[in-house]
């Protein structure tokens, strides 16, 4: 929908018109309302942290469940989920004041690759 709008030019308000429910259309733009919701939701989190020891603790534990994640959907339709993923980190990044940016990335790396593992191995 996003490149019709941005191809269409001068034509963009009739194929909003055309369109039966327009962006509002649920069932089809669920993943942009959901990487909003989540990008909302990892700035909140990030924002209760007090210091950069707990927003680093939360971001590996957010890794090893987003690990278990991509496991589950290891031969399936990725790309919603690397979005809801990228949202969720954005929004943290965003919001943590008590933490470096790479060192929050490094965290959420190395969290993502604990839970892909423990639960590749079905340790846990």
């Given amino acids: 929908m996003f490149i019709e709008l941005l191809c269409a030019g001068e034509n963009m308000i009739?194929?909003?018109k055309n369109k039966k429910a327009g962006f509002f259309n649920?069932?089809?733009?669920?993943?942009e309302y959901s990487f909003i919701f989540i990008l909302i939701i990892g700035f909140i989190v990030a924002l209760w942290s007090g210091s950069a020891v707990v927003t680093y603790?939360?971001?590996?534990?957010?890794g090893i469940i987003i690990g278990r994640g991509w496991l589950?959907?290891?031969y399936h339709f990725q790309i919603p989920f690397v979005l809801i993923t990228i949202a969720y980190l954005?929004?943290?990044v965003f919001g943590?004041?008590?933490g470096e940016t790479?060192?929050?990335l490094i965290f959420f790396i190395?969290?993502?690759?604990i839970g892909y593992v423990l639960h590749s191995r079905e340790l846990i």
């Avoid at 603790?57 to 957010?62: A, F, G, Q, Y």
Wanted: hydrophobic share 60%.
């Fill in 14 to 16: 009739e194929i909003l």
């Fill in 26 to 31: 649920l069932t089809r733009f669920w993943v």
């Fill in 57 to 62: 603790m939360i971001i590996l534990l957010s």
């Fill in 72 to 74: 589950l959907r290891k």
């Fill in 90 to 92: 954005v929004g943290f």
């Fill in 96 to 98: 943590s004041f008590h």
């Fill in 102 to 104: 790479k060192y929050i």
């Fill in 110 to 113: 190395v969290g993502m690759y």
